[in-house]
């Protein structure tokens, strides 16, 4: 069974500064990756999808990383601004042996605030 | 583009009663997924649909169900409402099957049980 680990669950830090939030994950067989932020009470909003051969995504001020092999992601933000504070989830979409169909698994999130 | 969009935003229902809940997709997106999000559990799939069928299911019991229509629009529908099924419901939309393509999620429904 897949399971999603997110470390630290919160997290705070001034403006300005550079942060890595984790992801681990326990079965590497899997499709692809995708970060998302979700703000209080809302949906989530897509950061970046990194499929299963792809090592590394970026978008702006943000970069995440794959490495099936140790089960880990990480997702970088450059340059943190109070904007960027949210809830922040990977999803792990992985296979399961012998069909067509893939299991998603969430991760609890990591709760980012930047202080101004 | 619009985006996906859920309704209604919010429900109150009480325990046995039924409830259904509606998505419309991103336009020309093929594949609608529910998940179901507490404090306690966190983020949990539902089922995906992709051209009308069920493609895919988690772990919830049969009171569970949904549908998909031939414009993508998908409805979920649970019946025999529980305390425990409070949550926030987020539909999330894709192009083709979610194993290969990005989601993107609707703003949820937030269903409350009394």
């Known amino acids: 069974k897949q399971e999603v680990t997110q470390i630290p669950a919160a997290l705070s830090v001034p403006e300005g500064e550079n942060l890595v939030l984790n992801c681990s994950f326990t079965?590497?067989?899997?499709?692809?990756l995708q970060w998302f932020r979700q703000d209080p009470g809302k949906g989530l909003t897509s950061l970046l999808l990194?499929?299963?051969?792809?090592r590394e995504q970026t978008s702006g001020r943000l970069n995440a990383s794959l490495d099936k092999s140790s089960g880990r992601s990480t997702l970088y933000i450059a340059a943190s601004q109070p904007g960027d504070s949210a809830t922040y989830l990977c999803?792990?979409?992985?296979?399961?042996?012998?069909?067509?169909?893939?299991?998603?698994?969430f991760g609890k999130g990591t709760l980012l605030t930047v202080n101004p | 583009k619009a985006g996906v969009t859920q309704t209604p935003r919010y429900l109150i229902k009480t325990r046995g009663q039924q409830v259904t809940l509606s998505c419309s997709p991103i336009?020309?997106?093929?594949?609608v997924s529910w998940y179901q999000q507490t404090p306690g559990q966190g983020l949990q799939f539902l089922f995906e649909?992709?051209?009308?069928?069920?493609?895919n299911k988690g772990n919830f019991p049969g009171r569970f169900s949904g549908r998909q229509f031939s414009n993508s629009r998908s409805e979920m529908n649970v019946s025999t409402l529980e305390l425990g099924d409070s949550a926030l419901y987020l539909c999330?939309?894709?192009?083709?099957?979610?194993?290969?393509?990005?989601?993107?999620f609707g703003p949820g429904t937030r269903l409350t049980v009394l």
């Open positions: 990194i499929q299963s051969s792809q």
């Open positions: 999803a792990v979409i992985g296979g399961v042996s012998g069909g067509s169909n893939y299991k998603l698994t």
């Open positions: 649909y992709f051209s009308e069928t069920q493609r």
């Open positions: 336009s020309g997106h093929r594949s």
């Open positions: 999330a939309s894709s192009l083709d099957r979610v194993a290969y393509n990005e989601q993107f």
């Open positions: 079965d590497s067989a899997i499709y692809n």
